[in-house]
């Protein structure tokens, strides 16, 4: 809401990313709540339920990262349009990027319900756990609408400096999801015992209240998102340009949810306790990453106004404050896991011993690549403020891939700690090549302030 924007051209540059990343923190851990959540009620009801959703889990995966093509094109272009104070260019990446979303909304929409046999036969179930995965999936395709809107709707709400309405917006969303999960799971009160299918319908009802709320809130204040007549005309440069800033953020996340699903099988060869500590060791570990990618959406946001605006020198500071700011969540972060991993793993398997002690040695190795963890999910964020978004792709995407060869290499001589290897390796050279990537394009461009034209991930003078 126009009321809660964060001026980012003006003030105090620490206090002004803090106040806009904290809120954008607490959604990223309200969107990890949602399939915490879930998990635990399915827990109750049966195994092949459980598998059934994580399976499954990777599909809304692939949907979120198709999400972001439009999330990103427009938080980076309507960002840097707030900056020049650009109303026509505010208006047309707003269209374009609306337009986007809907064509990618409809092909992965029609994709899925056409070949949701073929998608679901792909991980060979079993005929119960297939049965329940497909009855998951039927009803999850049905909410794909409710989160495309939802981050378009954020991303436009990011760009103008707010941050606390998407996150109470994704709170309110979330207290639904978990009271209605043991109602519909279970049968509890005057409903029926629907199963995994109460599951998906709690999730999907959840997500439609967001965007109900989102429309109800643009309706009252008379937010750009509802002024604007999104059929009125397709602009095709605008169209590319939503494009070309998205599809390499898109990509990132797409390639990751493939190696990762590369890197279970092999952590699935090393016995239930490896899969067991590396499931409980990345949600431990999440809270350093999101802590940082929290502050990356702010920095993301505020490079693109100040670079909008011209505030070269407010970026300088900027950069200066919020590389002090991500190097204290990381060494805060490798200190803790380092030293405190095995007692962390207790509070979540208390009686097995075999689990704490693999899990630990996890947090061990990877505490050592925290920092250059915060450096690279924080400096991808002021890239592509800036529109410079596929740098960070690719060093993403190269380095991402590496933990598969490396962990071929590592882990006949030191087993599965060989894949801890492997993860927290490649997180250290992804933070050094960004710097590195950071320090480059900086140098060759005077500080943003020249030549850009040469780098930026979309189309020349558009914005």
Not at 46 to 72: D, E, H, P, Q, R
Not at 207 to 236: M, P, R, S, T
Not at 271 to 296: C, K, L, N, R, V
Not at 334 to 358: C, T
Request: with cysteine.
């Amino acid at each position: 809401m126009k009321n809660k924007n964060i001026d980012l051209l003006e003030g105090n540059i620490t206090d002004v990313m803090i106040r806009l990343s904290l809120p954008l923190m607490g959604t990223a851990f309200i969107q990890m709540a949602y399939t915490l959540v879930d998990l635990m009620w399915l827990g109750k009801l049966s195994t092949n339920a459980v598998a059934a959703v994580g399976c499954i889990g990777f599909f809304v995966w692939i949907v979120m990262a198709l999400t972001l093509i439009s999330k990103t094109g427009i938080s980076v272009g309507m960002s840097q349009a707030y900056g020049k104070g650009d109303h026509k260019s505010l208006v047309s990446v707003l269209r374009s990027g609306f337009q986007v979303n809907t064509a990618i909304f409809i092909i992965i929409t029609i994709l899925y319900i056409v070949f949701k046999k073929e998608l679901v036969g792909f991980y060979k179930l079993d005929k119960d756990v297939e049965k329940l995965a497909l009855d998951y999936f039927n009803i999850v395709i049905t909410g794909l609408v409710f989160i495309f809107l939802t981050a378009a709707f954020s991303a436009v709400f990011y760009a103008g400096g707010d941050s606390k309405t998407p996150f109470k917006i994704s709170t309110i969303s979330l207290i639904i999801n978990i009271i209605l999960d043991p109602i519909l799971i279970f049968g509890w009160w005057i409903f029926p015992r629907l199963g995994i299918k109460g599951a998906a319908i709690a999730t999907v009802f959840a997500q439609g209240v967001q965007v109900a709320v989102y429309l109800y809130l643009g309706i009252k204040y008379k937010e750009i998102y509802i002024q604007v007549n999104y059929f009125e005309n397709f602009d095709g440069k605008f169209a590319v340009d939503i494009l070309k800033l998205g599809v390499p953020t898109c990509l990132t996340s797409i390639v990751h949810a493939l190696v990762s699903m590369k890197l279970n099988s092999y952590i699935a060869g090393f016995g239930a306790a490896s899969i067991a500590a590396f499931t409980i060791g990345s949600q431990i570990e999440s809270i350093s990453w999101m802590s940082a990618e929290g502050f990356s959406t702010a920095f993301s946001t505020f490079f693109g106004q100040n670079y909008g605006a011209n505030r070269f020198e407010r970026l300088k500071e900027a950069r200066r404050k919020g590389m002090i700011i991500l190097s204290c969540i990381g060494a805060f972060a490798s200190v803790v896991l380092f030293v405190y991993g095995e007692n962390i793993f207790r509070l979540f398997i208390p009686v097995d011993e075999e689990v704490i002690k693999i899990g630990g040695e996890y947090l061990k190795i990877n505490a050592i690549s925290e920092l250059f963890m915060a450096y690279e999910i924080g400096t991808t964020g002021m890239l592509n403020g800036l529109g410079l978004t596929r740098y960070p792709s690719i060093n993403s995407v190269i380095l991402n891939v590496l933990r598969i060869p490396l962990a071929i290499i590592l882990m006949p001589g030191l087993m599965v700690n060989g894949l801890w290897a492997a993860i927290s390796i490649s997180s250290c050279l992804k933070g050094l090549v960004i710097l590195f990537v950071y320090f480059l394009l900086n140098r060759k461009t005077d500080g943003f302030r020249i030549n850009m034209d040469k780098y930026v991930s979309r189309v020349k003078n558009l914005v």
